[in-house]
């Protein structure tokens, strides 16, 4: 059991809550993360660990309620206990050559995006930070991520904040006026890490994007994590969820995210 220390709601229905879980702080490293369960008879989730404080012995979660057991997350109260969380799981993100990183994320995806920003800059890179969402309302840690960036970028769908467009159309405009960029880390919705992949194949700059692939037990035996990368069949789970961008079977991931659309469906009328 593991209790929720403090409890926020950055945006309708997306929260960070910073949780007990000392041994987990002690070992987390960048692009790792949890597997939790809320219920005894419930299904198990797959968190990034979006930050850790191991003196404290807590780690920071941010998730978004799209579905039953998000939702039932969702309702626990600073205080409560998360019946239970085990990780670090999978391989801390593998940083390419060269000192000038660009990070980007999109939606939720800007919380794992933030421990590679913040280790990144700690270690000396030069770190641009470009984040992205539909709309101004569900933005978040802008100021967590300005104050681990070099420069900071926002670009919002609808132009409510920032610029209006895509992240990769912020991307774009880096590249056309010169920047010089090693590599880029990627982390959204899939449509918007495949843009990026396009693109930054174009100019040859080496790309890694962190995959959220459905995941049951997270320690490489069920398969269910799957995917293919430079054609050869990897797992989610243990080898990954950062992967070359540019190796990728995007499209695969997609039919396979949406593999269990109807059932999931199902569940939400039954509640
Ligand atoms: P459901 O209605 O069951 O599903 C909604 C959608 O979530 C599905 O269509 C599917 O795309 C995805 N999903 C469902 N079950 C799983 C599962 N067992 N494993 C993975 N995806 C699933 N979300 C966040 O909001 N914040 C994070 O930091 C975050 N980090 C992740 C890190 C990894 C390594 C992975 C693999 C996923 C991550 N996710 C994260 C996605 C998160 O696990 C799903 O949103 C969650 O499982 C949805 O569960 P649900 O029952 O609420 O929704
Ligand atoms: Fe089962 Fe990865 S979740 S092999
Ligand atoms: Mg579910």
């Not at 809320?38 to 989730?45: T, Y």
């Not at 670090?88 to 593998?94: M, S």
């Not at 969820?241 to 039954?270: G, I, T, W």
Request: with cysteine; proline share 5%.
């Amino acid at each position: 059991m593991n209790k929720i220390m403090q409890r926020s709601e950055l945006a309708p229905s997306l929260y960070k809550y910073v949780v007990e879980a000392p041994m987990i702080a002690r070992r987390a490293q960048p692009g790792q993360f949890v597997i939790l369960r809320v219920h005894p008879q419930g299904e198990r989730i797959p968190l990034t660990i979006a930050d850790y404080d191991r003196e404290q012995g807590t780690i920071t979660i941010v998730f978004q309620e799209v579905g039953r057991t998000t939702r039932l997350l969702g309702a626990l109260q600073q205080g409560e206990k998360i019946l239970d969380l085990l990780g670090p799981l999978g391989e801390p993100t593998d940083h390419p050559q060269g000192k000038n990183a660009v990070c980007i994320g999109g939606g939720v995806g800007v919380a794992p995006v933030y421990p590679e920003a913040k280790s990144l800059h700690a270690r000396g890179y030069q770190v641009t930070t470009i984040i992205g969402a539909r709309t101004g309302e569900l933005l978040f840690f802008e100021e967590e991520m300005a104050a681990v960036s070099d420069e900071l970028y926002i670009a919002t769908d609808d132009g409510s904040k920032g610029e209006k467009g895509f992240v990769t159309d912020v991307l774009q405009k880096l590249i056309d006026g010169g920047r010089s960029i090693d590599f880029v880390i990627a982390v959204g919705p899939i449509p918007m890490m495949k843009a990026v992949a396009d693109l930054t194949r174009k100019y040859g700059i080496k790309t890694i994007v962190s995959l959220n692939s459905l995941m049951v037990d997270g320690t490489g035996m069920c398969g269910g994590c799957r995917v293919t990368v430079g054609g050869e069949v990897k797992f989610t789970c243990v080898d990954g969820p950062a992967f070359d961008a540019h190796l990728l079977d995007f499209d695969e991931q997609m039919r396979r995210l949406s593999m269990y659309k109807n059932l999931e469906k199902k569940q939400e009328v039954c509640d």
